[in-house]
């Protein structure tokens, strides 16, 4: 049964839907054992492994559907946590509720054998998330795929993927699609480098083309197969690529059971056309709005056209502030910066190529117009046209760092309000606190395209 119908269900009044529980069958039963060989305990029945769920409370059903798949294997989800302190203390499906401190020290008191997130909830904050709970010592953590959440089953294999340590083979994490350069919103210091192009051309409004956008999506189906978690259409703003609906309508038929996103500043969402949203609704696309000041003050018009065209959304906690990370000289270790980067598991395509960051991508609009010669090489990236690239050497590119997190510092990142640009832009937002202080004076302000 899936999700959706359970929620048909719960929608048409009836509360009482219960789970047979998946018994472990077949060999199954030993399945804890082996993920968890440190143990070295007979595992003679549930409980021998204790794991927490973490859980956006919004998305709590999800939590109980991923409590009973797990618990079929004699796995015990002794409590739930919730990055939202306001949920810890309360109960779900009759198992406690944690917050982020209180899930550390259970961990380091060694009553919890690890913490499984799940990709279905908002996988841009459990990033953050994770890395927070890394640094606190928590180091067994570990991702249920969105795509577990569209099956009533779960085989070994798939719990020897929630169980592979984050980062492993099995996890490729989110791929950013960078669907267009442009965008309607113009904010200082657009780590995608929106502003600092032209931004008139019909030309732009479509710089990834359809074809190029299909050759692209099955190369990463042919190199990667279903192990990516979710796939994002992120810009610019992707709505102004009035190709977007052909894109949806080909990626969902590649990935039937992906989460599919896109990410917008939501202000183009009143006006869009009935054609468009019902292709993202048919498609079970969910639109994750950036909640920005402008973006904020329409939110009612764009929470009303959402809900009555039956689209899923949500919209970010408020952005009030950006960061500039970047350093003009490329002095830093780019293995440091890249243990720290709380996006490494976060990739862009583009026009035939992969990338860590769209910076890499996109960088000759931020040399051009401030007149910088901060350069990207072979192996900042990988061409998807290659017929001979395999999976080892995918994920050995996404796994390390690439030359290119030289110049970006994640360790000592400047942190200003969000502001709409003015012209000239100032470099100074794109960078770090003490590239700032080395780099800006000497660095040359754009005045025009
Ligand atoms: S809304 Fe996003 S893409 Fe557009 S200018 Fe702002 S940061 Fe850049
Ligand atoms: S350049 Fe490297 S360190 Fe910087 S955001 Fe990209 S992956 Fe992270």
Same mark, same amino acid.
């Not at 080909?250 to 468009?276: C, H, Q």
């Not at 009030?320 to 293995?335: A, I, K, T």
């Given at each position: 049964?899936?999700?959706?119908?359970?929620? !048909?269900?719960?929608?048409?009044?009836?509360?009482?839907?219960?789970?047979?529980?998946?018994? !472990?069958?077949?060999?199954?039963?030993? !399945?804890?054992?082996?993920?968890?060989?440190?143990?070295?305990?007979?595992?003679?029945?549930?409980?021998?492994?204790?794991?927490?769920?973490?859980?956006?409370?919004?998305? +709590?059903?999800?939590?109980?559907?991923?409590? &009973?798949?797990?618990?079929?294997?004699?796995?015990?989800? @002794?409590?739930?946590?919730?990055?939202?302190?306001?949920? $810890?203390?309360?109960?779900?499906?009759?198992?406690?509720?944690?917050?982020?401190?209180?899930?550390?020290?259970?961990?380091?008191?060694?009553?919890?054998?690890?913490?499984?997130?799940?990709?279905?909830?908002?996988?841009?904050?459990?990033?953050?998330?994770?890395? #927070?709970?890394?640094?606190?010592?928590?180091?067994?953590?570990?991702?249920?795929?969105?795509?577990?959440?569209?099956?009533?089953?779960? *085989?070994?294999?798939?719990?020897?993927?929630?169980?592979?340590?984050?980062?492993?083979?099995?996890?490729?994490?989110?791929?950013?699609?960078?669907?267009?350069?442009?965008?309607?919103?113009?904010?200082?210091?657009?780590?995608?480098?929106?502003?600092?192009?032209?931004?008139?051309?019909?030309?732009?409004?479509? #710089?990834?083309?359809?074809? $190029?956008?299909?050759?692209?999506?099955?190369?990463?189906?042919?190199?990667?197969?279903?192990?990516?978690?979710?796939? +994002?259409?992120?810009?610019?703003?992707?709505?102004?690529?009035?190709?977007?609906?052909?894109?949806?309508?080909?990626?969902?038929?590649?990935?039937?059971?992906?989460?599919?996103?896109?990410?917008? /500043?939501?202000?183009?969402?009143?006006?869009?056309?009935?054609?468009?949203?019902?292709?993202?609704?048919?498609?079970?696309?969910?639109?994750?709005?950036?909640?920005?000041?402008?973006?904020?003050?329409?939110?009612?018009?764009?929470?009303?056209?959402?809900?009555?065209?039956?689209?899923?959304?949500?919209? +970010?906690?408020?952005?009030?502030?950006?960061?500039?990370?970047?350093?003009?000289?490329?002095?830093?270790?780019?293995?440091?910066?890249?243990?720290?980067?709380?996006?490494?598991?976060?990739?862009?395509?583009? /026009?035939?190529?992969?990338?860590?960051?769209?910076?890499?991508?996109?960088?000759?609009?931020?040399?051009?117009?401030?007149?910088?010669?901060? #350069?990207? *090489?072979?192996?900042?990236?990988?061409?998807?046209?290659?017929?001979?690239?395999?999976?080892?050497?995918?994920?050995?590119?996404?796994?390390?760092?690439?030359?290119? @997190?030289?110049?970006? &510092?994640?360790?000592?990142?400047?942190?200003?309000?969000?502001?709409?640009? +003015?012209?000239?832009?100032?470099?100074?937002?794109?960078?770090? #606190?003490? !590239?700032?202080?080395?780099?800006?004076?000497?660095?040359?302000?754009?005045?025009?395209?």
């Amino acid at each position: 049964m899936r999700v959706a119908t359970v929620n !048909a269900l719960k929608a048409a009044g009836i509360d009482e839907i219960y789970y047979a529980p998946i018994r !472990a069958a077949g060999g199954a039963a030993d !399945a804890p054992a082996r993920l968890f060989p440190e143990k070295k305990v007979s595992l003679a029945g549930k409980g021998a492994v204790k794991i927490a769920l973490n859980i956006q409370y919004r998305d +709590s059903f999800n939590g109980i559907y991923l409590k &009973n798949l797990i618990e079929g294997f004699f796995i015990s989800v @002794c409590c739930f946590t919730s990055w939202n302190d306001r949920f $810890a203390g309360g109960k779900l499906d009759g198992v406690d509720i944690l917050s982020y401190d209180e899930l550390v020290a259970k961990y380091k008191k060694g009553e919890l054998d690890g913490v499984v997130f799940s990709q279905k909830d908002y996988p841009q904050s459990n990033q953050a998330a994770k890395q #927070s709970l890394k640094e606190k010592g928590v180091g067994r953590i570990y991702t249920a795929p969105a795509r577990l959440f569209h099956t009533f089953s779960l *085989s070994v294999g798939d719990l020897e993927r929630i169980f592979a340590p984050d980062g492993s083979p099995y996890q490729i994490g989110l791929i950013d699609i960078s669907t267009t350069d442009c965008c309607n919103l113009n904010c200082q210091g657009c780590e995608y480098f929106c502003g600092l192009r032209n931004q008139d051309t019909e030309a732009m409004f479509t #710089s990834y083309g359809f074809d $190029a956008f299909r050759r692209d999506m099955e190369a990463m189906r042919r190199l990667l197969g279903d192990e990516v978690y979710q796939f +994002s259409f992120v810009g610019g703003e992707p709505l102004l690529n009035p190709l977007l609906g052909d894109f949806i309508v080909f990626l969902r038929a590649l990935y039937p059971y992906m989460d599919i996103n896109i990410i917008t /500043n939501g202000l183009l969402i009143p006006g869009l056309s009935a054609e468009l949203l019902q292709t993202i609704r048919e498609n079970n696309i969910w639109l994750r709005i950036s909640s920005y000041p402008p973006t904020l003050k329409k939110e009612r018009a764009i929470r009303d056209r959402l809900n009555s065209a039956g689209i899923f959304h949500d919209f +970010s906690p408020p952005i009030e502030y950006f960061v500039g990370r970047m350093s003009l000289r490329g002095e830093n270790d780019p293995r440091t910066m890249f243990h720290h980067c709380h996006s490494k598991y976060c990739y862009t395509v583009r /026009n035939g190529e992969l990338a860590h960051c769209a910076n890499v991508l996109k960088l000759d609009f931020f040399n051009a117009y401030f007149d910088q010669r901060l #350069s990207v *090489s072979a192996e900042d990236k990988i061409g998807l046209g290659n017929e001979a690239l395999n999976k080892r050497e995918v994920l050995r590119f996404l796994r390390n760092p690439s030359p290119f @997190c030289r110049y970006c &510092n994640t360790q000592a990142r400047s942190v200003y309000r969000w502001t709409p640009a +003015s012209q000239p832009q100032s470099i100074e937002y794109w960078l770090a #606190s003490s !590239a700032k202080e080395q780099g800006a004076g000497a660095a040359k302000k754009g005045s025009e395209l």
